[in-house]
Structures are given as structure tokens and as C-alpha cells.
């Protein structure tokens, strides 16, 4: 009797598909195949056999090809994915071929490519003996030092020159060039054990309390200021876990943080591979580092919000650093959390999930409280000296700002630069201003695919459609009433820049924000720039406020923060406090004491009264009450049913036949009314939404799966919907 595979396609249909199980058994299941489906061929991935299928046998189709170039996705991943697939009610083909690196998606046979490696020779001179002015000789050398052999790129990495170099110093003997057919573990001779700092006393009851746990799965919440040495706790975890022959993974929100990360572990685990996971990979290295995970030779992983899939069959421990931080929840397609599949992954495979933060998401906090997750505390800075910067607010009410920075911050800049420290000004919006406006009639520059307005940027002499990418030339005239006298309002990085400028024109600024960033390296040299200390003034969005670790920066100007405080997003202020911590965490960390200026029209607000004293948990508290009287999250557990069409109506008509299928009077269900989105138009589509409610997640998942069914039954024409389950962003 021939038997059934059930293969998973990457088509956004919720069910398997039944091929001939002829070419193929019980140990190609996480197999990918090659099959026709329709008239097309299709990668699939074998994830289950069976005895019989519901069609006739005559039209069940042979596989085409069974890939046997990797080893299968092994089974607690795809039990992980299906878990993944229920929870979002997302299809699992879909789910699998989103998890899987992109070479994987695809139906070529993946051979391992050549690389290019280097090592030293005993030709090369010792760090001592380069003259001060070969910065990037020393960089590249020291790297290769460290890691005994280095893959071309990584030294690429290090300077836009480093292809240069590396041709000069083979020419002067100093290193070779060698061919690997994987990719360059970091391997280096370890001589003597990095010397570790001595943990205080935080520190050693948190590891103490972790190490005393009974084994398996306990998620642990790791509240600590910034400084505070979460990131020493990881270290110590992640070098008991590697003592057991076990491997660890490490999520970590943006790809700016990862490589400082990466270095701490390289340099505290000299001689384990440890592999990134990152979109800034190529295709090639990211398959490689993911097989290197899966087959057990990469002992650590470092990676964003999609490495949480990472096969690692010694798994010991997962810990997500900032887990707080909306980037790992992905924001179209499966619209997963990959914190929240962090700790399911821990849960399957029995083992701890440490999640750490400043400022540790509502949702994970209550969690805490609760008794849910275990909470630990770290209060206090880790390095003896380094104290809680003081916070300020200057009160735009009685100090009239001139465009956009009030005295006492340009004061305080100018005290600062006197003293030969480095400041920076923080504004959550890049371009020159937010809109540009017609003096005379009242016009403002529009985007017309989108309900929003176009930013100046006054240095590219364009309009920008922050949303949906559209650009056209500032126009020279008013196109409604002809005015040629056009100005731009508000402040972005761009104006700041240039008002500072002009202020302090022997300072020297740097702009750092995702416009000054485009090109690749570009953020790794500027904050190499900041680190020299070439810079004065740093104005920046959040692109700064994470992470880095600048030693001689002791003021920060916050602008602009007011909007969080009567936005209608729920979670505005969260987010707000979040994002002041950190970017205030920038300041001081050294000897120092830092100071963190926030200009604001409502300097009462107890949001601003809990950032001075640093006090997280004053502040959750609050929110908390807040939540629970108005009924949000964490109180209930939400989904959003999203709908979009060329014309608004089509997409609420959509939504209204789902109300009406919700079929529940289940008095712990709301389904609310269905509503244009807050940003109606995006990119030419109309979008609306709908919001369900419920009282806990599983009457919620219960609803979603009888709903979700329904839904799929409905006439769609011409609209796009999707569910997105714990959503973070209406
Ligand atoms: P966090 O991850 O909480 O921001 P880090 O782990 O980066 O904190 O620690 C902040 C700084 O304090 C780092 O420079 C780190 O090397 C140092 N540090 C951490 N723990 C200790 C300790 N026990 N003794 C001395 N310095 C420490
Ligand atoms: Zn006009
Ligand atoms: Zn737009």
C-alpha cells in the first residue's frame, strides 16, 4: 500500500496536501520536495505521512524531487511552527517557508560555496610596532588576532577600505588567503580566560536564584536599569550552559545592536562558535550559520526576531535582551511575536527563557506580578562609578522654543561642549519638517497614496511619503493657490542639525538617523566617530537609542515627545517611557554623571515624574490601573481583523459580513464594529479593521478558530485580510 505524504506549500491556504509517498518515508518528514501543484512546480515541505487521503487515488500526484542537500527540519521545530500556525491562524506552509533562510525556499539544490578566508602569518607585525594613523590596519589585524581566521567579509565589515588593505597586507606577507568550504568558526587558541568582572551582589543573587531553579521550563523576567549588567547575567547563563555541552540563542531586537553583542560574546567565549542570524547576511551565510546552529557546531546564536526558528537540537537556554521592543513582532505576513515564541519554544522544550529589559513590556511585567513569569531585580548600575543620569524637564510653556530648542537645552549644549563632552540631541522624526505648508491658503503638502503628510527634505530638495516611500520635488509654488512662499513647520533631524550648526559652528555634529545611515556601514562608522571622540553633538532618532555605549556622552536633549502623551494608541506612553529610559541609559554610563533635558508642555505628567526617579515599576503601575479600569491588554487578550481594497467601502462591507459571521454572544467575546484604520489610506489602499475582544487567551483562540473558518468561507473579492493576533500597532 502505497502511502500519503501531507505536504506544507507556501501558499496562504490553510490545509496540507496529499502526495504519493513513493520516493519518500517516515525519515525525510522536514524534508523540502519539489512537487506540481496546478500547473506549476513548488517547493513543499514533507510534514507528516498518513494512511489514506480523501482523494481518489488516481489524483494524487508523485513528488518530483526530494531534497536531500540538507539534513530535514528536525521535528520540535516543526511542532514549534504548527504551534505557530495555530496560535496566528496563519497557514502552515506559510509558516514554515517564512522561517526557513531564503536559499531554502527555493527549488536549488544548495552546495556549500567557496569562501574566502585569512589568517596571519608570523610575518605580521605586532599591534605595537603600526603607526597610529593605520587605524584600519590595526582593526583588521587585531581581528584576525582574536579569531585566529576571519571570512572575507567579516574584515569587509570592519571599513569601507578594509578590501584595500587586506590586498596590500597578502602582498606584504603579513596574512594569507585560504578557502573554506563552511564558514569560519571563530576558533582562536585560548590561552588565558577573559578576566571577568566580579558580579555584585544583584548580579550574583539573580544568577544564584536562576541556578537554584529546578530544571526546565521557567521564564524569568530580568528587570534591570540600563547598566545594570543584564548582559554580564547572560554571559554567565550562556558559559553554564556551554559547560553542559548545551547551545544557547540569544534574540535580540535590531540588527545595529547585534554586532557590539556579538563582540562581547566572541571576546568572553574565545574559541566557541558562536553564529549571527541577521537580515543583514547574505543569503549564503545566512544558510550556513543556520546550519551550523542545526548541526550542533554552533554553540551560541545571536539573532533577530527570525532566529527564534533556529534549529539547535542541544538547546539549554534562549534569552531575549530588550524584550520590550515592538521590532520582534513582525508587522506584515504572519504577524508573529517572536518574544512570545521564545517562551513557547522554552515551554516545548522544557528549558529556561530569560527575558531581560529596562523597561519590560506590560504585557511580560503582569506576567511577572502575576506569578506567571519570575521576576528578578537589578536597581543599580553595575559599574561602581556610573550613576542613574539626572532627568529634567524644561517646561515649554514658560520657555518659548526657538525652532524647536528652548535656552536652558542650548544652555546646557553649550556648557557641555565647553568641557569638551559630547551631547546628543534626540527627535523621533527624521527629514528637515514634518510638512510643508502654504502661508497663505493653509495647504499642507499631502501624500496622495496615503492619509499622511509629505516630510521636507530641505538637502535632497524633496517630499517624502514617510509610509509608503513616494517622493516627488518641493514644489516651487503653492498647486493651490500659487504662492511661492512655502514653509516648512516643525522640526526634523535635518533642521535641528542645521540650527545647532549655526549655533556652535566650532562643534562638530553629526546627524545620525536612518537618512545618513542608507549606505551600508555607514551607522558602524559614525559610531566609530563617536567612540574616537571626533564628535561634539550627535542629533539622532532612536536609531541612537539603543545599546550603544558611549563613554563621554553626559547630555541628552530629548524634542518633540509630547505626542505620545494624548495619542490614541493605548500603548503610546509605554512605548514613550520605553524610549526616554533608553535614550536617558545613553548618558553617564561611564564616570560621569549624565543629565537628560526633556522638553515638554506638560512637565506634570506622571509619566515624566516616574522617568526622573527611574522608576519603572511606579510607572507600570499606573499604566496597569489604567489598563485594567478601560479593560486593554494585558487585561484582555485582543486580535484585529484588517482588511484592505482599492475603495474604503469594499473593505468595510468585507469586515461587516465578518461581524455578523463572528456568531458568538458569549458575554467574555466582544467583536467590535468594524472602523477605517487610523491610517485609512496607505500606498493607494483603503484599509479598515476590526477588533476582538476577550477575556482570556483561550476563549479568544477558541473564537479565532470557529471565526477564522468562517471567514475563509466568505466571498473576498477584491479585498486582502488578514488576522493579527496580540496586535501592537492599529
Ligand atoms: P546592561 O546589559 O544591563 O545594560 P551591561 O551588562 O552592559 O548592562 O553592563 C554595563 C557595564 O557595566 C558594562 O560596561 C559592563 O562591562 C559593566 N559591568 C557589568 N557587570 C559588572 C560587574 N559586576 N562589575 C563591574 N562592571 C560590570
Ligand atoms: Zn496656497
Ligand atoms: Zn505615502
Not at 531554502?104 to 605586532?126: I, K
Not at 537556554?317 to 508587522?331: A, G, M, P
Not at 502661508?439 to 496615503?450: E, H, I, T, V, Y
Not at 484592505?644 to 461581524?659: G, I, S, W, Y
Request: some cysteine; hydrophobic content about 40%.
Amino acid at each position: 500500500m502505497s502511502r500519503i505524504l501531507k505536504i506544507a506549500l507556501d501558499v496562504p491556504l490553510a490545509t496540507l496536501f496529499d502526495y504519493r509517498a513513493d520516493t519518500a518515508g517516515e525519515e525525510d518528514v522536514g524534508r523540502r520536495v519539489q512537487v506540481s501543484f496546478g500547473r506549476r512546480k513548488m517547493v513543499g515541505m514533507i510534514v507528516a505521512l498518513a494512511g489514506h487521503s480523501d482523494h481518489p487515488p488516481a489524483q494524487i500526484k508523485p513528488l518530483l524531487h526530494v531534497f536531500r542537500d540538507t539534513p530535514p527540519l528536525p521535528r520540535d521545530i516543526l511542532a514549534l511552527l504548527q504551534f505557530c500556525s495555530d496560535y496566528y491562524h496563519h497557514p502552515l506552509g506559510e509558516v514554515i517557508f517564512t522561517a526557513l533562510p531564503q536559499r531554502l525556499r527555493s527549488d536549488q539544490p544548495n552546495t556549500p560555496p567557496r569562501r574566502l578566508s585569512y589568517a596571519l602569518t608570523p610575518a605580521a607585525p605586532p599591534l605595537d610596532d603600526l603607526p597610529a594613523r593605520a587605524r584600519v590596519r590595526r582593526k583588521l589585524l587585531q581581528h584576525l588576532q582574536q579569531t585566529g581566521a576571519a571570512p572575507r567579509e567579516a574584515l569587509l565589515a570592519l571599513s569601507p577600505s578594509a578590501a584595500r588593505h587586506v590586498r596590500e597586507m597578502l602582498g606584504l606577507g603579513w596574512i594569507t588567503q585560504g578557502q573554506e568550504t563552511r564558514p569560519a568558526l571563530a576558533a582562536i587558541p585560548s590561552s588565558s580566560a577573559p578576566l571577568l568582572p566580579r558580579l555584585n551582589t544583584e548580579q550574583a543573587e539573580a544568577i544564584a536564584e536562576i541556578q537554584s531553579a529546578a530544571p526546565g521550563f521557567v521564564p524569568w523576567l530580568l528587570l534591570g536599569v540600563t547598566g545594570s549588567g543584564k548582559t554580564e547575567i547572560y554571559l554567565r547563563l550562556a558559559a553554564s550552559q556551554l559547560e553542559q555541552g548545551r547551545q544557547v540563542l540569544v534574540l535580540v531586537p535590531e540588527i545595529n545592536l547585534t554586532p557590539q553583542l556579538e563582540t562581547r560574546f566572541q571576546t568572553r567565549f574565545p574559541g566557541v562558535p558562536v553564529v549571527a542570524l541577521h537580515s543583514s547576511l547574505n543569503d549564503t551565510e545566512r544558510l550556513h550559520h543556520w546550519l551550523l546552529a542545526q548541526s550542533g557546531a554552533a554553540r551560541i546564536v545571536l539573532g533577530t526576531r527570525l532566529a527564534v526558528f533556529t534549529p539547535m537540537p542541544e538547546l539549554g537556554l534562549i534569552i531575549v535582551d530588550e524584550e520590550h521592543d515592538s521590532s520582534f513582532k513582525q508587522q506584515d505576513g504572519l504577524r508573529y511575536s517572536a518574544r512570545d515564541m521564545a517562551v513557547a519554544r522554552a515551554k516545548q522544550r522544557d528549558i529556561p527563557v530569560l527575558l531581560g529589559s529596562a523597561t519590560p513590556s506590560l504585557e511580560s511585567y503582569h506576567n511577572a506580578l502575576s506569578g506567571r513569569y519570575r521576576l528578578l531585580r537589578l536597581t543599580r548600575r553595575a559599574v561602581e562609578a556610573a550613576q542613574l543620569p539626572a532627568i529634567r524637564r524644561i517646561d515649554l510653556r514658560t520657555q518659548k522654543p526657538l525652532d524647536g530648542l528652548t535656552e536652558p537645552l542650548l544652555q546646557a549644549l553649550g556648557e557641555n561642549l565647553a568641557r569638551g563632552r559630547q551631547s546628543l540631541v534626540f527627535i523621533n522624526r527624521r527629514g528637515y519638517a514634518p510638512v510643508l505648508t502654504c502661508s497663505q491658503c493653509g495647504w499642507l503638502a499631502p501624500c496622495l497614496r496615503c492619509s499622511s503628510r509629505l516630510v521636507v527634505h530641505l538637502r535632497e530638495g524633496r517630499l517624502r511619503c514617510h509610509h509608503c516611500g513616494h517622493e516627488e520635488r518641493i514644489p516651487r509654488a503653492c498647486p493651490d493657490c500659487g504662492n511661492p512662499d512655502l514653509a516648512p513647520v516643525g522640526q526634523g533631524t535635518q533642521r535641528i542639525e542645521d540650527i545647532l550648526t549655526e549655533r556652535f559652528p566650532d562643534a562638530r555634529i553629526l546627524r545620525i538617523d536612518r537618512d545618513s545611515t542608507r549606505r551600508k556601514h555607514a551607522l558602524a562608522e559614525m559610531l566609530h566617530e563617536v567612540h574616537e571622540e571626533r564628535v561634539d553633538i550627535l542629533v539622532g532618532t532612536q536609531i541612537l537609542a539603543k545599546g550603544h555605549d558611549f563613554k563621554r556622552l553626559t547630555l541628552v536633549g530629548a524634542l518633540n515627545v509630547d505626542g505620545a502623551l494624548y495619542s490614541a494608541d493605548f500603548r503610546a506612553a509605554e512605548r514613550l517611557f520605553a524610549l526616554l529610559m533608553q535614550v536617558a541609559g545613553r548618558a553617564g554610563r561611564a564616570a560621569e554623571p549624565g543629565t537628560v533635558l526633556i522638553q515638554t508642555q506638560f512637565p506634570d505628567h506622571p509619566l515624566f515624574e516616574a522617568l526622573q526617579r527611574q522608576d519603572y515599576e511606579a510607572f507600570a503601575a499606573t499604566q496597569l490601573a489604567e489598563r485594567k479600569q478601560a479593560g486593554f491588554p494585558p487585561f484582555c487578550h485582543q486580535a484585529l481583523l484588517r482588511a484592505e481594497a482599492t475603495r474604503l467601502e469594499t473593505a468595510m462591507d468585507f469586515l461587516r459580513q465578518a461581524k455578523n459571521r463572528a456568531g458568538t454572544d458569549d458575554p467574555a467575546i466582544t467583536v467590535y464594529d468594524a472602523v477605517p484604520a487610523p491610517m485609512a489610506r496607505l500606498a493607494g489602499r483603503e484599509r479598515a479593521q476590526l477588533l476582538v475582544q476577550a477575556d482570556s487567551r483561550g476563549m479568544l483562540q477558541q473564537f479565532l478558530s470557529r471565526w477564522h473558518a468562517a471567514l475563509s468561507a466568505l466571498k473576498a473579492r477584491q479585498i486582502r485580510w488578514s488576522l493579527d493576533v496580540d496586535p501592537l500597532d492599529f
